[in-house]
C-alpha cells in the first residue's frame, strides 16, 4: 500500500478506535463536570431493618434507589458500630476513607474472621455475597456502583419479619 492511502485508512482506523472507546465509556455519564467537597455532604441517618443505630449515610452522585443507574454513597459509622450480616443484590465497590473498617464474608457473626482494612483500601464485594462486620473508631466509606442500593440482613428474625 502507497504512503499516501496508508495515512487515510490510519486514520480512518484510529477514529473508529476513537468512536468506539466513547460509545463504550458513556454508558450513564453524566454530561456536567461535578465535584462534590465533605461540607456539600448531606448526612442523614440510616438503618435498614435488623441495624442499630449509628449509621449515616450521605449521597455524593447519582440516587441510589434508580435501577441500572451509577450511585456513589458513603457510610459513617460510630465507633464499635456493629454491622450484621447481609447481602446487597447488587456488587459493590468499598474504599475506606478514614478509621478502621471491619468485615469478613459469611452468613454469622464471627469476629474472629474480621479482617481490618484502613483508608485508602479497596473492597469489591459480588452481588448476593453475604459478609458483615464493624467499625474501629469513627469509621467513614465510600461505596459505588449499579442502583439500585440495597441492604438484606441475612437473618430474617432479626428484622423482625
Do not use: C
Request: proline content about 9%.
Amino acid at each position: 500500500m502507497k504512503k499516501s492511502t496508508l495515512i487515510p485508512v490510519i486514520i480512518a482506523l484510529l477514529a473508529g478506535i476513537f468512536a468506539l472507546t466513547a460509545i463504550a465509556s458513556d454508558t450513564h455519564d453524566d454530561p456536567e463536570f461535578r465535584a462534590v467537597t465533605d461540607q456539600d455532604l448531606e448526612w442523614n441517618d440510616y438503618q435498614p431493618p435488623g441495624f442499630g443505630p449509628g449509621l449515616k449515610i450521605a449521597v455524593v452522585h447519582g440516587d441510589p434507589s434508580v435501577p441500572d443507574e451509577p450511585y456513589t454513597i458513603r457510610a459513617s459509622f460510630t465507633d464499635g458500630y456493629i454491622i450484621p450480616a447481609h447481602i446487597h443484590p447488587r456488587a459493590e465497590n468499598l474504599t475506606v476513607l478514614s478509621g478502621t473498617f471491619m468485615l469478613a464474608k459469611g452468613e454469622k457473626q464471627d469476629d474472629s474472621k474480621l479482617t481490618a482494612y484502613r483508608p485508602g483500601d479497596f473492597l469489591y464485594i459480588p452481588g448476593e455475597h453475604p459478609h458483615y462486620g464493624k467499625a474501629r473508631g469513627p469509621t467513614v466509606i465510600q461505596l459505588h456502583g449499579i442502583g439500585p442500593f440495597q441492604t438484606i440482613l441475612v437473618d430474617q428474625e432479626l428484622a423482625g419479619e
